[in-house]
């Protein structure tokens, strides 16, 4: 067994938040709401990446709420639509963040084993790291429906330490968010945020164990964790 980096995948592997906010606006358009309603709830690429990052039920939330018609069974009637738009062009706007695939390449090469624990349906996290040319940099994949249950629970960490070979007294988890840091403290290991995601420096105050401003920090942050 390999001493273990297990990523998230949305804001911290990659920015996503183009791609997820377009499917979101999607929606909107086709919605039975006035021109004005539909204009009002549309998502802003800059603006709502924070939002996007939250997910798609998050999204349509947020925009509805805008527009003053949100409802619950709204947003339901839409997540699926709203999945089926982002699956047929999740690879437009997304993008690793700089450094990160020599980031991955480096610990790899120094003896870590790598995997991702997302919250982005499996089959489209898939879809994505292939697209973007990097799924065999990661020895395991685990997403929101591969297991009965998603983070902060730690049973889909836990499954991305055992499939990549990681060792579970020598993993931890790179993230961008609240639930990242709930589920590495769940698990009992060292969380590293990461500042350059919508959250920004604001991760600071979730009291990880480690922070990085770009990757090229993170290879010398896991060492000084793990080793």
Same mark, same amino acid.
């Not at 699956?87 to 997304?94: E, F, K, T, Y």
């Not at 292939?130 to 629970?153: E, H, S, V």
């Not at 730690?154 to 790179?174: C, Y």
């Given at each position: 067994?390999?001493?273990?980096? %297990?990523?998230? &995948?949305?804001?911290?592997?990659?920015?996503? #938040?183009?791609?997820?906010?377009?499917?979101?606006?999607?929606?909107?358009?086709?919605?039975?709401?006035?021109?004005?309603?539909?204009?009002?709830?549309? &998502?802003?690429?800059?603006?709502?990446?924070? %939002?996007?990052?939250?997910?798609?039920?998050?999204?349509?939330?947020?925009?509805?709420?805008?527009?003053?018609?949100?409802?619950?069974?709204?947003?339901?009637? =839409?997540?699926?639509?709203?999945?089926?738009?982002?699956?047929?062009?999740?690879?437009?706007? #997304?993008?690793?963040?700089?450094?990160?695939?020599?980031?991955?390449? @480096?610990?790899?090469?120094?003896?870590?084993?790598?995997?991702?624990?997302?919250?982005?349906?499996?089959?489209?996290?898939?879809? &994505?790291?292939?697209?973007?040319?990097?799924?065999?940099?990661?020895?395991?994949? %685990?997403?929101?429906? /591969?297991?009965?249950?998603?983070?902060?629970?730690?049973?889909?960490? =836990?499954?991305?330490?055992?499939?990549?070979?990681?060792?579970?007294?020598?993993?931890? &988890?790179?993230?961008?968010?609240? @639930?990242?840091?709930? /589920?590495?403290?769940?698990?009992?290991?060292?969380?590293?945020?990461? /500042?350059?995601?919508?959250?920004?420096?604001?991760?600071?105050?979730?009291?990880?164990?480690?922070?990085?401003?770009?990757?090229?920090?993170?290879?010398?942050?896991?060492?000084?964790?793990?080793?």
């Amino acid at each position: 067994m390999k001493p273990c980096v %297990i990523f998230d &995948l949305d804001g911290t592997l990659a920015d996503t #938040s183009g791609d997820l906010i377009a499917a979101a606006n999607v929606c909107f358009a086709q919605m039975d709401l006035t021109a004005a309603q539909r204009e009002m709830a549309r &998502l802003d690429p800059t603006r709502d990446a924070g %939002i996007a990052v939250r997910g798609g039920r998050r999204m349509l939330t947020a925009g509805l709420e805008r527009a003053g018609c949100y409802s619950d069974a709204l947003v339901e009637a =839409w997540y699926q639509p709203l999945l089926r738009a982002y699956d047929s062009a999740l690879d437009v706007h #997304s993008h690793f963040y700089p450094g990160a695939v020599a980031a991955v390449e @480096t610990l790899r090469r120094n003896g870590y084993a790598t995997g991702i624990c997302t919250n982005k349906p499996e089959a489209m996290a898939e879809k &994505l790291m292939r697209a973007l040319g990097a799924r065999d940099l990661f020895d395991a994949l %685990i997403g929101a429906d /591969t297991l009965p249950t998603r983070k902060p629970d730690v049973a889909p960490f =836990w499954a991305a330490v055992d499939q990549s070979g990681g060792d579970r007294k020598a993993a931890l &988890l790179v993230g961008d968010s609240d @639930t990242d840091r709930t /589920t590495s403290a769940n698990a009992g290991v060292p969380s590293i945020l990461v /500042t350059f995601s919508p959250e920004g420096c604001g991760v600071k105050d979730l009291t990880p164990e480690a922070t990085i401003d770009h990757f090229d920090e993170l290879p010398a942050v896991v060492d000084a964790l793990l080793r």
